[in-house]
Nanobody
Framework: QVQLVESGGGFVQAGGSLRLSCAASGGFFRVNAMGWYRQAPGHQRELVATFTSGGSANYADSVKGRFTISRDNAKNTVYLQMSSLKPEDTAVYYC???????????????WGQGTQVTVSS
């Protein structure tokens, strides 16, 4: 039903920038929260940046001041502008959406397919 479509990953030198995009589509829903997570080899998946149901943005300490999350509510799309990238940012980045959908009570959680971000030194 609902699909999260991601784009923008790639290979970049340290200090460079990338912008990730994630659009939710494919059903009747209302967004409760959307954001980005990442998982590096040998590590657990971790929160990078999210918009909460209250509309505030949360960031991991490791990306504060370098990454900016934004959204286009009309397009059900969330973006992640990544600047001053470091090799430690190398990971698969996953879009996540918590959505109110027709039928179920409460929300349903969805994950994107993931997009690889590789930062070289």
């Amino acid at each position: 039903q609902v699909q999260l479509v991601e784009s923008g990953g790639g290979f970049v030198q340290a200090g460079g920038s990338l912008r990730l995009s994630c659009a939710a589509s494919g059903g009747f829903f209302r967004v409760n929260a959307m954001g980005w997570y990442r998982q590096a080899p040998g590590h657990q998946r971790e929160l990078v940046a999210t918009f909460t149901s209250g509309g505030s943005a949360n960031y991991a300490d490791s990306v504060k001041g370098r990454f900016t999350i934004s959204r286009d509510n009309a397009k059900n799309t969330v973006y992640l502008q990544m600047s001053s990238l470091k090799p430690e940012d190398t990971a698969v980045y996953y879009c996540n959406a918590d959505l109110y959908v027709l039928g179920p009570i409460g929300t349903v959680n969805y994950w994107g397919q993931g997009t690889q971000v590789t930062v070289s030194s």
